[in-house]
């Protein structure tokens, strides 16, 4: 008798846990086996970006825009020091009032002149971002492209060195992939 308990016992844990097993277990034994291997991509960005046709055009264009703006620079340090330069010859002449005019003229001429490279050094590295966004968005939906052709789950920036070890039995180097595709 305590057998036949024993076997009914078994077949109602048998009732419940085989249904549970082939409804969880089984599905996941079979996706392993379907899945396709794990793939990703890695490349230089900044070589990739570098490689575009118009890199060359948008540094050509920043540099001229440095260049204006070391020229007003220039031009300002050049006036603020002939001022200077004017004040120290008749600092001794002048009476007290023009002296203090004066020093007053040139704390305010070096204070614009400081808030003036502040300002420009701001609007260069705006204007780089400007110039640069349609590099970049090209590089990314490239990348995307590429991305999405290949399979790759992801695609990994090396220049950022977070990575110190890619297995290159399970990533694919696409830093010429990529550069022939932005041609």
């Known amino acids: 008798?305590?057998?036949?308990?024993?076997?009914?016992?078994?077949?109602?844990?048998?009732?419940?846990?085989l249904p549970f097993y082939l409804f969880t277990?089984?599905?996941?034994?079979?996706?392993?086996?379907?899945?396709?291997?794990?793939?990703?991509?890695y490349l230089s960005y900044?070589?990739?970006?570098?490689?575009?046709?118009?890199?060359?055009?948008?540094?050509?264009?920043m540099a001229d825009l440095r260049a204006q703006y070391?020229?007003?620079?220039?031009?300002?340090?050049?006036?603020?020091?002939?001022?200077?330069?004017?004040?120290?010859?008749?600092?001794?002449?002048?009476?007290?009032?023009?002296?203090?005019?004066?020093q007053t003229e040139l704390q305010e001429?070096?204070?614009?002149?400081?808030?003036?490279?502040?300002?420009?050094?701001?609007?260069?590295?705006?204007?780089?971002?400007q110039a640069m966004a349609p590099l970049r968005i090209r590089l990314i939906e490239t990348l995307g492209n590429i991305g999405r052709e290949k399979g790759y789950a992801f695609i990994v920036d090396t220049d950022q060195k977070a990575l110190p070890f890619i297995n290159p039995a399970l990533g694919d180097d696409i830093n010429q992939i990529v550069q022939d595709a932005l041609k």
């Open 1 to 17: 008798m305590a057998n036949i308990i024993s076997e009914i016992r078994f077949f109602r844990l048998v009732k419940w846990v």
């Open 25 to 41: 277990f089984l599905p996941l034994n079979t996706f392993a086996q379907e899945s396709k291997p794990f793939t990703f991509g």
């Open 46 to 61: 900044e070589a990739a970006l570098k490689s575009m046709p118009d890199y060359a055009l948008v540094q050509q264009q």
């Open 70 to 102: 070391q020229a007003e620079t220039k031009r300002v340090e050049d006036e603020f020091n002939r001022k200077y330069e004017d004040f120290l010859d008749g600092q001794r002449d002048f009476p007290k009032t023009i002296l203090q005019k004066r």
């Open 109 to 129: 001429l070096m204070t614009r002149n400081i808030e003036f490279r502040q300002k420009s050094l701001e609007e260069l590295a705006q204007a780089e971002q």
